[in-house]
């Protein structure tokens, strides 16, 4: 039988979810896999598909038609084409057409907050975004729910392992904190976009109750996004021990330095930021929202979204009770220990390729 064909088709790619694509492009043209990544040229550029030995196609995270003419183009010739997000499975769903030769597999990564018309929108895409699937993959049991409430024929429990990273070495954890002001004081980290549903104003809220903790602990938050300037007003209004430092692509030297990983997100399914603190043997105190209760089990200390009373108890604690940081790393090492490997994450994706394209495959063949 000829080589397995594969289209993955990113939208405006989450951190999650075009590493996911990149950790998958790779893994499959390790076992002979033909993979063409269709996304924004930055994706490219920021996550170096080609070097993967991926085959790479700039599309634009738009509907209109020469975005899908050239995703169409594209998936013609495909034996299965994987799209990563509702807008992605959107615009998958249109290159296809309606008579669907090409088996559509959607990974759901992530879910998007609205009211009012726009979360009506937001349901209206996702209703056309599964139910355009030949199956849904969902990084958590609650987004398996969601697509099934939304239609999907098929929707199964699909838990993305972001690819692990070796911990720094003791020199280069005191590089890091020196770097960052913080060899003397406790290091509080927290990554992601700057933007509304991270939790920002909430852990800024926290911070103010930090301040009178000696040695002041710093927090450093790691990310871009349009609340950049009101948090940052906010930092100097207030004197908050708080530095905002853009984005980085040292995530895993900052974790792996920090005295506690902070994630006070108002949802989150499969956190890149909670599975590399766990990997690391970090103390993390996270919401709990979305999937991160069943990613973290008893490994993190969680609270409630919204109450900066809780979260700043919860850090304070753990800040006071060394043995108590040493109980959670441990525990979280051990949780990682559990999740698949980034290998068994690709034999599963790859032996869902052959149930749904082996009969357009054999077909082909005959």
């Known amino acids: 039988?000829?080589?397995?064909?594969?289209?993955?088709?990113?939208?405006?790619?989450?951190?999650?979810?075009?590493?996911?694509?990149?950790?998958?492009?790779?893994?499959?043209?390790?076992?002979?896999?033909?993979v063409t990544v269709c996304a924004p040229a930055s994706l490219e550029h920021d996550y170096d598909f080609l070097g993967t030995g991926a085959h790479f196609v700039p599309v634009p995270p738009r509907s209109d038609p020469a975005s899908v003419g050239a995703l169409r183009a594209v998936c013609a010739s495909a034996d299965v084409v994987h799209a990563h997000g509702v807008n992605a499975a959107l615009r998958a769903g249109l290159a296809i057409g309606r008579q669907r030769r090409v088996p559509l597999v959607v990974t759901w990564h992530t879910r998007s907050l609205a009211d009012g018309a726009k979360g009506r929108m937001l349901r209206l895409m996702e209703r056309r975004a599964v139910r355009s699937a030949a199956v849904v993959?969902?990084?958590?049991?609650?987004?398996?729910?969601?697509?099934?409430?939304?239609?999907?024929?098929?929707?199964?429990?699909?838990?993305?392992?972001?690819?692990?990273?070796?911990?720094?070495?003791?020199?280069?954890?005191?590089?890091?904190?020196?770097?960052?002001?913080a060899v003397d004081r406790p290091l509080l980290v927290a990554v992601g976009r700057l933007e509304p549903g991270r939790g920002y104003d909430m852990l800024l809220d926290a911070a103010r109750d930090w301040?009178?903790?000696?040695?002041?602990?710093?927090?450093?938050?790691?990310?871009?996004?349009?609340?950049?300037?009101?948090?940052?007003?906010?930092?100097?209004?207030?004197?908050?021990?708080?530095?905002?430092?853009?984005?980085?692509?040292?995530?895993?030297?900052?974790?792996?330095?920090?005295?506690?990983?902070?994630?006070?997100?108002?949802?989150?399914?499969?956190?890149?930021?909670?599975?590399?603190?766990?990997?690391?043997?970090?103390?993390?105190?996270?919401?709990?929202?979305?999937?991160?209760?069943?990613?973290?089990?008893?490994?993190?200390?969680?609270?409630?979204?919204?109450?900066?009373?809780?979260?700043?108890?919860?850090?304070?604690?753990l800040l006071a009770d060394p043995s108590a940081r040493y109980r959670?790393?441990?525990?979280?090492?051990?949780?990682?220990?559990?999740?698949?490997?980034?290998?068994?994450?690709?034999?599963?994706?790859?032996?869902?390729?052959?149930?749904?394209?082996?009969p357009r495959r054999a077909a082909a063949s005959s």
């Open 211 to 317: 301040r009178g903790l000696d040695p002041l602990p710093l927090v450093v938050i790691a990310g871009e996004g349009r609340e950049r300037a009101s948090l940052q007003s906010r930092i100097e209004a207030e004197t908050l021990p708080v530095r905002l430092i853009g984005r980085r692509d040292d995530i895993t030297d900052l974790l792996a330095a920090a005295d506690i990983a902070l994630l006070p997100s108002s949802w989150e399914a499969r956190s890149l930021l909670a599975q590399e603190a766990l990997r690391l043997g970090v103390p993390l105190v996270a919401t709990r929202v979305g999937g991160v209760p069943e990613l973290v089990g008893d490994a993190a200390a969680l609270v409630p979204y919204g109450d900066p009373g809780a979260l700043s108890t919860a850090v304070t604690a």
């Open 1 to 34: 039988m000829t080589q397995l064909r594969t289209v993955q088709v990113l939208g405006g790619g989450s951190a999650g979810s075009s590493a996911h694509v990149r950790s998958l492009a790779g893994g499959l043209v390790a076992r002979g896999v033909r």
């Open 328 to 358: 959670l790393a441990a525990a979280g090492r051990a949780q990682a220990a559990t999740w698949p490997t980034e290998d068994e994450t690709i034999a599963q994706i790859l032996s869902v390729y052959d149930e749904f394209a082996a």
């Open 137 to 181: 993959l969902a990084t958590s049991s609650e987004l398996v729910d969601r697509a099934r409430e939304r239609g999907a024929r098929d929707a199964r429990l699909s838990p993305v392992t972001a690819p692990g990273h070796t911990a720094l070495d003791d020199r280069a954890e005191h590089k890091a904190r020196a770097d960052l002001g």
